[in-house]
């Protein structure tokens, strides 16, 4: 375990990406990314996520109906920091004018009862293995399906070619 002092707050870092932010009145737990990159959240702009949800978005792609929205929520409020609110999420999609195909918007009416199951709030990308309720399992996959696609296409617009 490795300590920071950071302007009067103190670090433990016990994983990669994974800290505890001390204060005198409060305790953060979660994930924290070092190494933000010039106008973005965590390392990716709103042009790699717009990119990335286009590459994802449409017929035939991975997120093909508008439910489909919960696994980039879930996706993107772990790896980018997006918010939390389904509605606030949804705004912040809007704001990135994504052009996409007629119906394949993100609707908060469409994805606010799943964002609300229990395994939203644990980290897809974490090293344990999430619990899942018998009933969510056929949400689960598919969300698992798209925050696993979506975050392999946010890798490749960080990827420097040439």
């Given at each position: 375990m490795e300590n920071e002092n950071l302007n009067g707050?103190?670090?433990?870092?016990?994983?990669?990406?994974?800290?505890?932010?001390?204060?005198?009145?409060?305790?953060?737990?979660?994930?924290?990314?070092?190494?933000?990159?010039?106008?973005?959240?965590?390392?990716?702009?709103?042009?790699?996520?717009?990119?990335?949800?286009q590459a994802c978005v449409g017929k035939d792609q991975v997120i093909d109906t508008k439910q489909k929205w919960a696994g980039a929520y879930w996706c993107l409020r772990w790896k980018c920091n997006y918010p939390v609110d389904p509605k606030d999420f949804c705004d912040k999609i809007d704001r990135l004018h994504l052009g996409l195909p007629e119906n394949y918007d993100c609707s908060y009416n469409n994805i606010r009862r799943f964002c609300k199951l229990s395994f939203m709030d644990c980290d897809p990308f974490g090293k344990s293995e999430v619990k899942v309720s018998n009933m969510d399992k056929g949400v689960y996959s598919w969300c698992r399906e798209v925050a696993l696609k979506l975050a392999e296409e946010l890798g490749k617009t960080s990827l420097k070619i040439g």
């Open positions: 707050f103190v670090v433990h870092i016990y994983s990669p990406g994974n800290q505890i932010i001390q204060t005198q009145t409060n305790n953060y737990y979660g994930t924290v990314y070092q190494g933000k990159s010039e106008g973005g959240q965590n390392g990716f702009t709103d042009e790699q996520v717009s990119k990335a949800l």
